[in-house]
């Protein structure tokens, strides 16, 4: 079983920085995808990033299409989310995520299987 544990959230003013860590643990970690979701108040869970975990190839959505980076520590099970110039509509609940289905859509949450328990992102204007 895996479990994802993530880290960083806070409260910041609008322009800060942040970032976010999820650390997965189990002996059947292997994911095709590890991705970041968020889900703002009384909204729907959505795509924020997701990056290969073999190869690295790494998508956005296009809220946060350069202002956050998504990074990953093979060795160490570890996933970043690095977000910049934040700003109130960033706040919301933020979950790490496993896909581990070759072909997937890796952007839509319905192919993600194991999630954490998120963090929670508060930025003020």
């Known amino acids: 079983q895996v479990e994802l544990v993530e880290s960083g959230g806070g409260l910041v003013q609008t322009g800060d920085s942040l970032t976010l860590s999820c650390v997965a643990s189990?002996?059947?970690?292997?994911?095709?995808?590890m991705g970041w979701f968020r889900q703002p108040p009384e909204k729907e869970r959505e795509f924020v990033a997701t990056?290969?975990?073999?190869?690295?190839?790494?998508y956005y959505s296009d809220s946060v299409k350069g202002r956050f980076t998504i990074s990953r520590d093979n060795a160490k099970n570890t996933l970043w989310l690095q977000m910049n110039n934040l700003k109130p509509d960033d706040t919301a609940v933020y979950f790490c995520?496993?896909?581990?289905?070759?072909?997937?859509?890796?952007?839509?949450?319905?192919?993600?299987?194991?999630w954490g328990q998120g963090t929670q992102v508060t930025v003020s204007s």
């Open positions: 995520a496993m896909n581990h289905l070759i072909g997937s859509n890796i952007r839509s949450k319905t192919n993600y299987n194991t």
């Open positions: 189990g002996d059947s970690f292997s994911p095709y995808y």
């Open positions: 990056i290969g975990w073999k190869s690295g190839p790494t």
